[in-house]
């Protein structure tokens, strides 16, 4: 099987824009979420968001194109145009047809929806936009940033809920092992941070009321978590097959070794009982890159801050770690970010290659209340320097959906 390593980041999320001053933040343990400002949400049972701050859409795309693009395509190229600097790779010379592209997204273009349908109603359907079927669709995520990075290798999006990002990194990481591409560009992005995305969750219970102190609000593993935070963002990354990335003089943040998935076949929102699909998942990305569990220094989590979420994964790593899981230093950075839905798998594939890349664990911050049924190391409140050789990235979805990618200090 080919190798394949990491050579290029880029995102775009509520801590910050840009991979340095978001790892900055990341390490510092500070929080992206705080009230809700693109709409009045006073009258909703959760009233703050992960949102996106200072992002001006005129930094990366023309002023046509932001007129022709949902929120949720603007973030993906953004963070594209990012990694493909970071990587070196800004032009594709000679090998367009070798490169692909495949994003996560779990709601697309909601936004653009809700105000064409608000149009509609109000004006008929004449004032609805025509760019809006070409704006809203998941898969204009990567068939954009196709077109701008002239992509012409395998091109598909992955729509599988909170576990889009990591499931599009994994196919990607496929793609390159399997030999249909050299070079992928991956990862998740979301934006639906709408009245009915809002309305719908809340409606739901899945949603945190913490209210009074945002910041405070997103505390998994914590025995007061009670909901998630709904954010937005991208996270994308530049995966390279090793040789072809050796032969550039690439620098190589680390290597994609396994990529597991499963179905719990149990609940259309709650996770099966004892964490029987997070295990099945867990292992089997642990047998695709042929390591024992033992091995495993770091997990990000997938670590909502829902009650059955952050417990049922603790169950499953207990049950394929063993007695390892106590040795284990696992951390949710959605205690930061809040949940980025479809684009949680791709920025958080990032910070497990900055981890290991850095020798930095990041931490699970307002962990204030130990859970005695979530009794392991979630690297409480500060970040950890540690020598990371191998770490593992959970998200699991609404529908019984799991991923789970694992990456390797490259040598």
Same mark, same amino acid.
Request: charged share 20%; proline share 4%; with cysteine.
């Given at each position: ?26 390490t510092a343990g500070k929080s992206g979420v705080d009230y809700i400002t693109k709409f009045d949400a006073t009258e909703f049972t959760s009233q703050v968001a992960g949102e996106v701050k200072g992002f001006d859409p005129k930094e990366f795309l023309d002023a046509k194109e932001i007129k022709r693009t949902d929120l949720f395509v ?49 004006? $008929? ?47 990607? +990481? ?30 739901? @219970? ?18 007061? @978590?009670?909901? +998630? ?28 070794? =396994?990529? $597991? ?15 029987? =699909? ?42 394929? +770690?063993?007695?390892?899981?106590? @040795? ?22 990032? +910070?497990?290659?900055?981890a290991i890349k850095n020798g930095v664990v990041p931490p699970t911050i307002n962990y204030e209340t130990p859970d005695p049924e979530c009794d392991l190391d979630y690297v409480p409140n500060e970040a950890r320097n540690k020598n990371i050789t191998y770490a593992l990235s959970n998200s699991f979805g609404f529908g019984g959906t ?10």
């Amino acid at each position: 099987m080919r190798r394949v390593v990491i050579t290029g980041l880029g995102t775009v999320n509520p801590v910050a824009i840009g991979i340095k001053n978001t790892w900055d933040a990341i390490t510092a343990g500070k929080s992206g979420v705080d009230y809700i400002t693109k709409f009045d949400a006073t009258e909703f049972t959760s009233q703050v968001a992960g949102e996106v701050k200072g992002f001006d859409p005129k930094e990366f795309l023309d002023a046509k194109e932001i007129k022709r693009t949902d929120l949720f395509v603007q973030y993906a190229l953004a963070a594209t145009k990012m990694a493909r600097e970071d990587a070196g790779i800004s032009t594709i010379n000679g090998n367009a047809h070798r490169v692909g592209v495949i994003l996560g997204t779990g709601l697309g273009g909601l936004e653009t929806l809700e105000k064409n349908y608000k149009l509609l109603l109000e004006k $008929g359907p004449g004032k609805v936009s025509p760019f809006m079927i070409p704006m809203m669709i998941a898969n204009m995520g990567p068939g954009q940033v196709a077109i701008a990075a002239g992509a012409k290798g395998p091109n598909a999006c992955v729509v599988t809920a909170c576990a889009s990002g990591t499931h599009a990194v994994g196919e990607a +990481f496929q793609m390159i092992q399997q030999g249909y591409a050299d070079a992928m560009i991956t990862g998740g992005t979301e934006s639906t941070i709408t009245p009915l995305a809002l309305a719908g969750f809340c409606k739901m @219970r899945a949603l945190t009321t913490h209210n009074n102190e945002p910041q405070k609000a997103s505390r998994p593993f914590d025995k007061n @978590r009670d909901g +998630f935070i709904i954010s937005e963002g991208a996270g994308i990354i530049i995966l390279e097959e090793l040789e072809e990335a050796k032969k550039r003089g690439a620098k190589i943040y680390c290597e994609i070794i =396994g990529y $597991g998935l499963s179905g719990d076949a149990y609940h259309i929102t709650a996770p099966s009982p004892e964490g029987e =699909g997070g295990e099945q998942c867990i292992k089997t990305a642990l047998d695709d890159a042929k390591i024992n569990p033992e091995e495993i220094d770091y997990i990000n989590a997938h670590g909502t801050s829902t009650y059955f979420n952050d417990l049922c994964e603790t169950l499953a790593i207990k049950k394929v +770690f063993k007695e390892h899981c106590q @040795r284990l230093m696992i951390s949710s950075t959605k205690s930061m970010t809040g949940h980025l839905l479809g684009a949680a798998g791709g920025v958080e594939a990032i +910070f497990a290659a900055l981890a290991i890349k850095n020798g930095v664990v990041p931490p699970t911050i307002n962990y204030e209340t130990p859970d005695p049924e979530c009794d392991l190391d979630y690297v409480p409140n500060e970040a950890r320097n540690k020598n990371i050789t191998y770490a593992l990235s959970n998200s699991f979805g609404f529908g019984g959906t799991n991923a789970t990618l694992v990456f390797k200090k490259f040598k």
